[in-house]
């Protein structure tokens, strides 16, 4: 088996140490960084939310196999050339203030980061604020945002309303998620799409972004 379908495999299998040795291998057999990342790590990724959808894995198996996902992606990364870092879009992603859950964020984040875009963490918690100085500041074209409680629905609202006074919520494309939220609240509040996973999250920017980079 060679180093790409090892990769592949590996993420499939949520097997770190494996990643990690394949990860190294590549550098040093110079198989270019970007296409490991591509076809390796980033297609085993594409398989695990294929076998989350129907129902093969569950949310265990995904946390795992984002994490074996994410040791490749640190070390490859570090290999990228400036003319080999090319991005779909770029995404500011976070759990809204008020809310401290952020397993199903992280995972969304490493699905979005192996699939071609750039990731701008804020992390739980986050005030709008925070979410407006932080697009401003990478010139994002995404906003992800997830909440897993009814009271923090506000602090979504909030983000939404203070976009619009920055003038910032016509230059971006939105995406909200969490168990709190529907496609109804997302209708509701004027975002632009609802993903129930990350899987889904995936799929829909890239439906928009397609194969475009920025």
């Given at each position: ?52 959808e129907?129902?093969e ?14 040791v ?14 090319s ?12 809310d ?10 490493y ?29 994002a ?74």
């Amino acid at each position: 088996m060679d180093v790409i379908h090892g990769l592949r495999n590996a993420v499939i299998e949520g097997n770190e140490e494996s990643v990690i040795e394949l990860s190294n291998k590549a550098i040093k057999e110079n198989i270019p960084p970007k296409k490991a990342i591509l076809e390796g790590l980033a297609k085993g990724m594409q398989i695990v939310g294929e076998k989350y959808e129907s129902k093969e894995y569950f949310l265990p198996e995904i946390i795992i196999s984002a994490d074996a996902c994410r040791v490749g992606m640190e070390i490859l990364q570090e290999k990228l050339k400036e003319g080999d870092i090319s991005y779909k879009a770029t995404v500011v992603i976070g759990t809204v203030h008020g809310d401290i859950h952020e397993i199903g964020k992280t995972i969304t984040r490493y699905f979005l980061e192996a699939s071609g875009y750039k990731c701008v963490d804020c992390g739980r918690n986050v005030k709008a604020e925070t979410f407006i100085n932080t697009i401003k500041e990478n010139n994002a074209n995404v906003l992800a945002m997830s909440t897993m409680m009814t009271p923090t629905l506000e602090s979504m609202k909030d983000v939404m309303k203070k976009l619009n006074d920055a003038g910032l919520r016509d230059k971006l494309k939105i995406i909200i998620g969490g168990a709190a939220v529907d496609d109804k609240f997302r209708e509701e509040i004027g975002a632009d799409f609802y993903a129930k996973d990350a899987n889904m999250a995936q799929r829909l920017l890239d439906e928009y972004f397609g194969g475009s980079s920025t």
